[in-house]
Structure formats: structure tokens, C-alpha cells
């Protein structure tokens, strides 16, 4: 069984930083492709980052290239987004996913554990 949780999410101003974290119980999380998503009222889930369980590889939706960041530590069983710039269009609840899968997932579809969500609300 696989579970994930999220933290670090929070109210922040236009302009500032936050870094969410997801904590991932299993014992090959090594080789799990990891994803960031998030959903904002009204609207359907969306990709935003995503890693590689093969090689580490990442990929970013068009609209947080250059301003997020994920990242993982294996030992730690942890996968991370780092977000600067924030925008309020950044304001969602942010979800982790992970997948057994080694290729590069982007889309909901192909992740099959998800957190529980973290809200991120930033003000302009």
C-alpha cells in the first residue's frame, strides 16, 4: 500500500516563495515517477510537474517553467515543489501523485496514488 502526504502549503503574497513536500510510504520509491497537480475552484485538475522514476527526468506545464522547481530525495522518500514568483493563478489546492511506472507521466490519468491535497493561496 502506498500512501502520500503533503505539507507546506499555505497563504503567501504575490511575488513570494513557498516549498510543498510529499512524503511517500513504500519501499521503492525510488523508482516511482512522481507528479505534482492542482486543482483551482470551479476548474478540473491540472499537471504541473512531474519527475522521472528512471533517470529523474522532469517536465513542467508552460505556465510554471522557470518559477517551479520539483525535486526528490530518495532516502528521504520525499518528492518536492519548489514554487517562486508566485502568481494568484497559482492559488489551488495542490495534489502529489505518484505512479510504479518508470516513464515520464504527465497526465492524471496515469497516476494511480494521490495525496490528500494542500491548499496554496496566494494574494495579490
Known amino acids: 500500500q502506498v500512501q502520500l502526504a503533503e505539507s507546506g502549503g499555505g497563504l503567501v503574497q504575490a511575488g513570494g516563495s513557498l516549498r510543498l513536500s510529499c512524503v511517500v510510504s513504500?519501499?521503492?520509491?525510488?523508482?516511482?515517477?512522481m507528479g505534482w497537480f492542482r486543482q483551482a475552484p470551479g476548474k478540473e485538475r491540472e499537471f504541473v510537474a512531474a519527475?522521472?522514476?528512471?533517470?529523474?527526468?522532469?517536465y513542467y506545464q508552460d505556465s510554471v517553467k522557470g518559477r517551479f522547481t520539483i525535486s526528490r530525495d530518495n532516502a528521504k522518500n520525499t518528492v518536492y515543489l519548489q514554487m517562486n514568483s508566485l502568481k494568484s493563478e497559482d492559488t489551488a489546492v495542490y495534489y502529489c501523485?505518484?505512479?510504479?511506472?518508470?516513464?515520464?507521466?504527465?497526465?492524471?490519468?496515469?497516476?494511480?496514488?494521490w495525496g490528500q491535497g494542500t491548499q496554496v493561496t496566494v494574494s495579490s
Open positions: 501523485a505518484a505512479t510504479p511506472s518508470v516513464s515520464l507521466i504527465t497526465t492524471a490519468e496515469g497516476f494511480g496514488y
Open positions: 519527475s522521472s522514476g528512471r533517470d529523474g527526468g522532469t
Open positions: 513504500g519501499r521503492t520509491f525510488s523508482i516511482y515517477g
